[in-house]
């Protein structure tokens, strides 16, 4: 199938799911060519205007900042993606933030959007998140009986150990997250 990509017998002409007629090869894909970003070295499409892990602007455009329409802009922000100039720019490990986003914490290309010391709670905003369609990765989120033998598992001894669980989601989604979290769970910030 072409959709699917799943491989049947000789003989069998439509597909047993969709009903579609089967096809005898996968037409060829293209590969996109992908540059390194000179700034932070992940792969960037040519032509992008700035890199989407870092920041920096790769465009010889003539950009301005959002906040000082007369500077320059020099970098875009990561989260929100507004353009900014030198006085506007916070960075971090190389990054590139808005001084709205400067405190969100970022790693490779995702952000944490929650975070919690209880499991249950991070689970349930986690779940929140996914019937929304954002992709979601927690972290710290096995048990913490490994750090401390016989340790309760509870929020008191997250919050002793500082393990919380963290919710991340793609830099790309996490405005619209934020968005969500303020609708389903008003003591979100």
């Not at 996109?32 to 499409?45: A, P, Y």
Request: hydrophobic letters at 40%; glycine letters at 6%; aromatic letters at 8%.
């Amino acid at each position: 199938m072409p959709f699917c990509q799943t491989e049947y017998l000789p003989g069998v002409t439509r597909c047993a799911d969709c009903g579609l007629k089967l096809i005898d090869h996968l037409p060829a894909t293209q590969a996109i060519e992908l540059d390194e970003c000179g700034n932070c070295g992940e792969r960037v499409t040519p032509d992008s205007d700035f890199c989407i892990h870092c920041g920096v602007l790769l465009s010889d455009g003539e950009f301005r900042c959002e906040t000082h329409t007369a500077s320059p802009a020099v970098a875009v922000c990561i989260i929100c993606r507004r353009l900014l100039c030198a006085e506007c720019l916070k960075e971090k490990h190389g990054k590139k933030f808005c001084p709205e986003h400067k405190a969100v914490e970022v790693s490779e290309d995702w952000a944490v959007v929650f975070q919690s010391v209880d499991y249950y709670e991070a689970n349930i905003v986690r779940g929140k998140l996914e019937s929304a369609g954002i992709t979601v990765n927690p972290r710290n989120n096995s048990s913490i009986g490994f750090i401390a033998d016989g340790f309760i598992e509870s929020a008191i001894g997250r919050s002793i150990l500082r393990y919380p669980v963290k919710v991340f989601v793609p830099l790309d989604q996490y405005l619209n997250a934020v968005e969500i979290l303020k609708e389903e769970l008003p003591i979100v910030e």
